[in-house]
């Protein structure tokens, strides 16, 4: 015949029954004693993952140097956001906002392969084309239970899509065969020298000779040149409109030449830019 056995806690009430009826009350740390083996087999197990862990082996460095090309690649074309600022792609790629490139037992070199367009109006868009390689050091940890990685490298390549006056955008490419990296010139900026050049032209000019002096004291392209005479007043500007580099110039008419302050925020697209309206009707 099978016989049942009590379970345990039925049996440790059965002999707190017996032991009441006996006279005498059962020492309470009988009680707890199987759980007191049970809390230890706990901290046993609690151990024992820790030793395991340990024994996991280290990280695999070329997934951690991919995950990194990732991580980059993403935080890029959050750097470009939104783009507002007209110019050629080389520019663009010149004053790009790259990310932290050194990180904990890793660092990576971020390279321009290669660019095209020009942002001139709405729906303009450049691309660049750039490769992102992270390489990763061997670490081994000095403390018990701690993980370190081996070495590892990853290169990929990415082509990000910058549309004037919208979101950057960006998809990864296969990296072009034997592709060299390129340095990109950045935007050229007002002359060093600009303010003589205006105070030399604003010294000899009349009103009718004023706006061809100034444009003859810049030949530069990229310069933009706009005068006026206001209530008597040679007026001059100057710039550089992607940079927000200008010089606004005046001469009196009693042949004092001056150069008047003006809000910086005035040059962002949109707003007056760089012209003599800085001078003659500034915002209020």
Not at 239 to 263: K, M, N
Request: charged content about 25%.
């Amino acid at each position: 015949m099978l016989t049942m056995r009590p379970s345990r806690h039925v049996a440790s009430t059965l002999a707190d029954e017996r032991a009441a009826r006996a006279g005498r009350r059962r020492h309470p740390a009988a009680r707890f004693r199987r759980v007191g083996l049970v809390g230890r087999s706990g901290l046993v197990g609690l151990v024992l993952v820790g030793l395991l862990a340990g024994c996991a082996g280290p990280a695999d460095g070329r997934e951690i140097a991919e995950d990194e090309t990732s991580r980059l690649a993403e935080q890029l074309a959050d750097n470009f956001g939104y783009v507002r600022w007209p110019g050629k792609a080389e520019w663009l790629a010149a004053e790009a906002p790259l990310p932290d490139t050194r990180g904990e037992h890793w660092d990576a070199q971020i390279d321009f392969l290669d660019w095209s367009g020009e942002l001139v109006a709405p729906g303009d868009v450049v691309t660049l084309v750039v490769r992102i390689t992270v390489t990763v050091d061997e670490f081994r940890p000095d403390t018990f239970g701690g993980r370190g990685q081996t070495a590892g490298s990853a290169g990929r390549c990415f082509r990000y899509h910058l549309p004037l006056y919208a979101q950057a955008e960006y998809d990864e490419i296969d990296c072009p065969a034997d592709a060299t990296p390129r340095q990109p010139t950045p935007a050229p900026s007002l002359p060093d020298d600009a303010r003589d050049r205006v105070a030399t032209v604003l010294a000899e000019a009349t009103p009718q000779s004023l706006d061809a002096q100034v444009r003859a004291a810049f030949p530069e392209p990229y310069v933009t040149v706009d005068t006026t005479v206001h209530e008597g007043t040679l007026v001059v500007a100057v710039g550089v409109p992607r940079e927000r580099d200008c010089v606004v110039a005046i001469r009196t008419p009693d042949g004092e030449i001056g150069y008047p302050s003006f809000d910086r925020d005035w040059l962002w697209p949109g707003e007056l830019g760089c012209t003599t309206n800085l001078y003659t009707s500034p915002p209020l």
